[in-house]
């Protein structure tokens, strides 16, 4: 075996949360970081993106604390006019490149192992690189960083959820965009943010809705773009109309349909009532083009699929000659139990605040840098959950502001995540007076204890006494 590596932080995986708490660890501490991770380079899932996929919120939220993806620009072309600009994977992609190369490796203090699996063994790292087969082990003089707790499962890397007979023809929506022959009707399985960006880049290559079938085994809840965007006033407004939805909501079903009556949540088809919500954005243009789609199946999930027939929970369904199956039923964000972030084996990166990968790790490199107990780092940021049902989206809501009001009452952490571009939340110093901003955190201010209250019992959540 090759002599050890010594490090201080070993970071297993090297994706956007791997990327955003090393970024702010090394900003606030004089430490010595590896990373590792199977992929070759940093970027993680992006780097097997299908190629036409883009953010689905603001590039100003995404990457790392000291480094902003994209311009900061809102669009002003395109049916997007007014949002800000979303990054395309290309993009994000070569942005990590840059962050790795050009800001991490060149300052000494960050290397990357890449193309290498890691793996404890008793209480040895040892990492073993895909190319060459040798291990090396690592010797951490501090923390092991577990970067891959939320790591999303996506249709490149994950096989097709159900079994698929000889004659039949199933590619992962990366396929899409290199196929070699014209299939004449596409089958999109999956009801999530990959199937939506299926549908609308066959609609925009040309394919007409008939050619289209989508296999919806729910049908899913989203967010209306335009209230998720890097200004303090649509944030304030956002987060004053769920505490409002919340306070008078019988039940997580109403919650969401006072949300779609506030313009904040969307749905497909309104006489269905969505029973998934991951909540991604939608753009209301988006909406449109997917409520052409005539041929929805709504019988469960797809179990066999062969040539002639799609074999659903509930039925069966004929499937036309020639016809291409799309893989997009990865189930994407992962739901592993909810652990502390700093327990005495590693720390397990996880979202802290509602949603915002990339900020809650942010926030936990600087926690890191700047507290020296593990309990009070514990206590400050406790971990969230992603969402999949009205119940669980109120439950994280609830978590979360509970959580951004602990943190946010340590002066230094407030003003650090005032200034991080990443934190959805921030209001600039110089724009607190602002009239429109003040209006609205009255609005906020108005329902917020009962709201959260009542998020709190719809997501069967006891909040702190
Ligand atoms: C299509 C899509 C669009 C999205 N859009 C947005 C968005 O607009 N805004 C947003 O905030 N979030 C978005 N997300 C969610 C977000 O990207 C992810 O939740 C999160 O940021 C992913 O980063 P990660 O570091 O957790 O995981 P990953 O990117 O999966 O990185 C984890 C890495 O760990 C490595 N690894 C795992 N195990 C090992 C091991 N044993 N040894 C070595 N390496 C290992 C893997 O190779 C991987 O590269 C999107 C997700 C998807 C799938």
Known sequence: MARPLETDYLVIGAGAMGMAFTDALVDHADVHVTLVDRRHAAGGHWLDAYPFVQLHQASLFYGVASTVLGTGMVQSTGPERGL?????VSEICAYFDHVLHDRFLRSGRVALLGGSEYRADGASHL?????????????????????????????????????????????????????????RHYVVVGSGKTATDGIIWLLAQGVPQDRITWVRPRDPWMLDRATVQPDPVVALDLAAKIMAAAASAGSA?????????????????????????????????ELERLRTIEHVVRLGHVKHVTARELVLDRGVVALPPSSLVVHCAASGLRYPPMV????????RLQTIRAGFPCFNAALTGYVEATRDDDRERNRLCPPCEYPDSPASWARMHARGAIATRTFGAEPDIAAWANGCALNPSRIEPS????????????????????????LAELGDEPLPA
């Open 84 to 88: 800000q600009h979303r990054a395309r």
């Open 431 to 454: 724009r607190r007076d602002a009239p429109a901003i003040r209006a609205a955190a009255a609005r906020l201010s108005e329902h917020l204890e009962r709201g959260l209250a009542r």
């Open 127 to 183: 990492v073993t690189s895909l190319v060459s087969g040798e291990t090396v082990p690592v010797s951490v003089r501090r923390r092991v960083v577990d970067a891959t707790h939320l790591s999303p499962t996506i249709p490149a890397t994950t096989p097709a959820p159900f079994h698929v007979a000889d004659d039949v023809r199933v590619a992962p929506i990366n396929d899409l965009a290199r196929l070699t022959w014209t299939p």
């Open 340 to 347: 502390p972030i700093w327990s005495p084996d590693k720390l």
């Open 253 to 285: 079903d109403d919650l969401f349909l006072r949300l779609e009556t506030s313009a904040v949540m969307l749905r497909i088809d309104r006489s269905v009532v969505p029973t998934m919500a991951k909540a991604p954005t939608l753009g209301a243009w």
